[in-house]
C-alpha cells in the first residue's frame, strides 16, 4: 500500500543552491562543487550545489588528477561537463562561491545583463 501526499500540502521549498565558480571549469570548481555536495548532503542539508567558468572549456570532463581527488574525498566526478558562466546561473543561485577575486569580478559583471528587480527584503546578489 502506498500513500500519497497531501495536494493540499505546500509546495516543498527548493533546495538552497550553491553556484562555484572557477576559470576553465574543469578543476576547482566542479571538485568544490562535488565535495560540497557529498558533505553537504550526508550532513542532512538540502542544497543544490553546481558549477561554471569564466572561461569554461565547455563540455569537458576533469582531468584525471582532479577526478582522482574527488574520488578520495567522495565526490562524483562521472557525470561532470563543464559549462560557461552565464547571467542566468549567477541570477539562480542562492549563494556563489568563487576561487579568486578575478572570478568575483566576472560574477559581478554577469549581474549587470540582468533587468533590475528591486526588492526592499534583498541586498546585492554578490
Do not use: W
Not at 560540497?36 to 576533469?62: C, D, E, F, H, Q
Request: hydrophobic share 40%; proline share 10%; aromatic share 2%.
Amino acid at each position: 500500500m502506498t500513500i500519497d501526499s497531501d495536494p493540499t500540502a505546500p509546495a516543498a521549498e527548493p533546495p538552497f543552491s550553491i553556484l562555484v565558480v572557477c576559470t576553465g571549469n574543469i578543476c576547482r570548481s566542479p571538485l568544490a562543487e562535488q565535495l560540497l555536495t557529498t558533505r553537504l548532503t550526508n550532513a542532512g542539508i538540502p542544497v543544490l550545489v553546481t558549477s561554471a567558468g569564466t572561461y569554461a572549456m565547455v563540455g569537458k570532463g576533469m582531468p584525471d588528477e582532479a577526478a582522482a581527488l574527488s574520488v578520495r574525498y567522495g565526490g562524483d566526478p562521472r557525470a561532470h561537463v563543464s559549462r560557461q558562466l552565464t547571467a542566468r546561473l549567477v541570477a539562480d543561485a542562492d549563494l556563489v562561491v568563487t576561487a579568486d577575486r578575478e572570478h568575483r569580478g566576472e560574477v559581478v559583471s554577469s549581474t549587470r545583463a540582468l533587468p533590475a528587480t528591486p526588492s526592499p527584503s534583498t541586498s546585492s546578489p554578490v
